[in-house]
């Protein structure tokens, strides 16, 4: 080593310390990682790709989880709005099954040739008015309660998901405009990204309650947190659901959908609160 | 605890520290020691990403990841498939959101070297790349590693630019930050805890080994 560069080294070789230690822990974690990647089935990127309307979370994990059981094939899985999922899809998404809460954007999907075909109605939605533990709000079907405190100022917050790309916000939207509530609760209204995160807004505690979907309030995690009444479908534009097959679907996507219409699949939505449509 | 979603994550930080770090060194350099008309404006597009709302990141991203922007269509072409919700495109978004990140620890680094050093260094005769061999590279390491555990860190961190170009995508886009909001929004709380709890401690190892850095950089002078 050269006199001239000796003065140079010194901090180096301690930074040099330093990142080895880095190295290190950055290692051991990529090993971890890929170990437990290895032992984790649904990383699998062969595993038909599903995106469901937020409204099926409970209902659907559970399907997927006997549809494993039955055939060994584990779905990646995707929940979110149904409107977002159809507008990642028109900008090339690789998504294989899509379930929406609104038939619409699937009949949009389809006029824009991204779908095998026109799809299949697998459920009606329903909305319920929820009402966390500790809430001065009592749901009942007619919301007689929630005017009442409406009017009285007593609500400072109340969740829905977005109306503008959440098909069960649109719904909830209807039911309070039905009852003539809208134009006062709408400076105390909370936003969620889709219905699921309306739920968690409106189980929280944070707010006094929420319109939800029917199938996550009858989840064992939602009945823990609060009551709810069910909305009278007349409130509301009927939350016509359907799944259809996108183009690029493999055959593994295509035995799942021929699942998600057997009566399986069929029982465990009619359990999570959905109306079935007649086959 | 969503291992895919972490694993994802790591390899998403080691491909952008990967590909930015040149880069952003030759950027640095340029930055540090070239005299030029407008270089305040260029130091400004690089520290752009850290004042824009992810979504206006996101939002430009995905009109240049469309196919029918030419970068859109060049990667279609190259890849069989859309830039847009890929592993591919989060990591191209990842290297501009980090651009600062890398960037800015080097180019300080570099331009703390004294100038009669490396004048020093060309008068005994050193050719120019063994100036940068010798002497810069040496000198900058401690802003290097920073750069490079920063941009580690940041990746792993990112939410807003993924969840705009990436969407929810297990094994391709669903990151580590991205799976914590699921799992929120699914009342798993335990899981959301618990990574939360790894991207706390990841992040706070990683700013202690940034910090150390900086205190051997402070001593150089």
Partial sequence: ?279 | MDWTALGLSLRLALATVAILLPLAFLLARWLAYGRFKGRGFVEALVALPLILPPTVIGFYLLIAFSQQSPLGSFFQSLLGRPLAFSFEGLVLASVLVNLPFAVQPMQNALAAIPANLRDAARCCGLAPRSVVRRIELPLALPGIATAAVLTFAHTLGEFGVVLMVGGSIPGETRTIAIAIYDRVQAFDDHSAGVMALVLLVLSLVALGITNTLARRMARHD
């Avoid at chain 1, 990642?88 to 991204?114: C, K, N, T, W």
């Avoid at chain 1, 209204?189 to 979907?213: K, R």
């Fill in chain 1, 1 to 279: 080593m050269s006199h001239r560069s000796r003065p140079l080294t010194r901090p180096a070789a301690i930074t040099r310390r330093v990142l080895v230690i880095a190295a290190i822990l950055g290692a051991g974690l990529l090993i971890t990682a890929a170990r437990a990647r290895a032992a984790e089935p649904d990383t699998d990127s062969s595993a038909p790709l599903v995106a469901a309307a937020s409204d099926l979370k409970f209902a659907l994990d559970e399907i997927l989880a006997r549809f494993r059981d039955a055939t060994g094939i584990a779905a990646r899985i995707a929940y979110g709005s149904s409107g977002t999922f159809a507008r990642q899809i028109m900008r090339g998404a690789p998504y294989e099954v899509f379930l929406s809460a609104d038939e619409q954007f699937v009949h949009e999907l389809h006029a824009q040739g991204l779908t095998r075909d026109t799809g299949h109605l697998y459920a009606i939605g329903r909305i319920v008015l929820f009402a966390p533990t500790g809430s001065p709000l009592a749901p009942d079907p007619r919301m007689d309660d929630l005017a009442r405190r409406v009017a009285s100022g007593e609500l400072r917050r109340f969740a829905i998901a977005n109306p503008e790309h959440a098909p069960y916000g649109r719904a909830a939207e209807q039911a309070l405009r039905a009852r003539g509530l809208w134009s006062a609760l709408q400076p105390r209204l909370v936003l969620g990204e889709n219905v699921a995160q309306a739920a968690q807004f409106a189980s929280g505690g944070d707010t006094e309650g929420g319109l939800i979907a029917y199938s996550l309030a009858l989840s064992p995690e939602l009945r823990r947190r609060g009551t709810f009444a069910l909305i009278p479908d007349s409130m509301h534009a009927p939350l016509r659901q359907r799944m259809v097959l996108l183009q690029g679907a493999t055959p593994a996507a295509e035995r799942l959908y021929e699942y998600l219409r057997s009566p399986p699949s069929r029982e465990i939505l009619a359990r999570y609160g959905f109306v079935l449509p007649a086959e």
